[in-house]
């Protein structure tokens, strides 16, 4: 797969270069003590493996499937736990933004603003994003090609914002499902940004469970092990103390007693690819 150039997040935190770096937290920021829990856990692990690991959390999950379904702490609030997250753990830290005017607010916290998969195509969200010079992690939408998403990364580029990623997190497939294209991981790289996969969205069953998304985590590491193998530059994963309480995603989110295990595991991987290295390459059409 082609390495695309490094991008550097924080001093000394950067995704792609040969490393494989991880971005994790929990869905919703469902408090401040869970994300403090959540996040000085994730940074004990980081250390002890010797990996770059962002911290991600949402203040608001937006495109819930319900209108009664909790949506989170909002963008004050939010800012608020993440800010702590940040003086307290020493974490770079990410979110996901969901309107134009919200960009800058939280630039001023985050060290990456993330487009959600939705809004991959939402023009102005992008630019917004792109004008703050933060990194931007733009998701591909489940409806996207690969290859679509060079207009996403043209658009936060024109405004500013040099340093983007790209995440996968799965295709629709039929009604409530979603499906991993491989091949969308090269692709994906050849529009010259470091390409992240979603371990845990990627085994979502959208609103397969009535009034919220359901999943199946058992193939969550099958499918990680997959894309470590097809070279991604970082692994996203949502975490979370106590997955069958969570306020969103509770059959896809790791469970945190297991967290250290799972990043362990990844990294060998990575390092049994890397010694692989280079790989038979072939021409495409």
Request: net charge neutral.
């Amino acid at each position: 797969m082609t390495r695309p150039a490094a991008v550097e997040v924080a001093p000394g935190v950067a995704v792609g270069g040969g490393s494989l770096a991880f971005i994790a937290g929990p869905c919703t920021l469902e408090s401040e003590a869970m994300a403090v829990e959540v996040a000085t856990a994730l940074a004990s692990a980081a250390r002890a493996l010797g990996v770059a690991l962002v911290f991600k959390g949402s203040f608001d999950k937006a495109n819930r499937t319900a209108s009664t379904s909790p949506r989170g702490p909002g963008l004050a609030g939010g800012l608020r736990i993440l800010a702590d997250v940040r003086r307290t753990t020493g974490l770079p830290v990410l979110t996901d933004v969901h309107e134009a005017w919200q960009a800058e607010r939280a630039a001023g916290v985050c060290d990456v603003l993330q487009v959600p998969a939705f809004l991959c195509r939402q023009t102005d969200l992008v630019e917004a994003c792109g004008a703050t010079g933060r990194v931007v992690n733009i998701k591909k939408g489940p409806f996207a090609a690969p290859l679509d998403l060079a207009h996403a990364v043209e658009k936060a580029r024109r405004a500013g914002g040099e340093r983007v990623l790209l995440t996968e997190r799965g295709t629709t497939f039929g009604y409530g499902d979603l499906v991993v294209d491989f091949r969308s991981l090269p692709l994906l790289a050849s529009l010259g940004c470091p390409v992240v996969y979603d371990a845990t969205h990627s085994v979502q069953r959208p609103a397969a469970a009535g009034s919220s998304s359901g999943g199946d985590r058992r193939f969550l590491v099958p499918l990680l092990a997959a894309a470590i193998g097809a070279g991604v530059d970082a692994v996203f994963l949502e975490v979370h103390p106590d997955p069958p309480r969570a306020a969103s995603d509770r059959e896809t989110q790791v469970p945190l007693a297991r967290v250290a295990e799972v990043l362990a595991y990844a990294v060998r991987l990575h390092a049994a690819a890397r010694a692989c290295a280079p790989p038979p390459a072939f021409e495409g059409a």
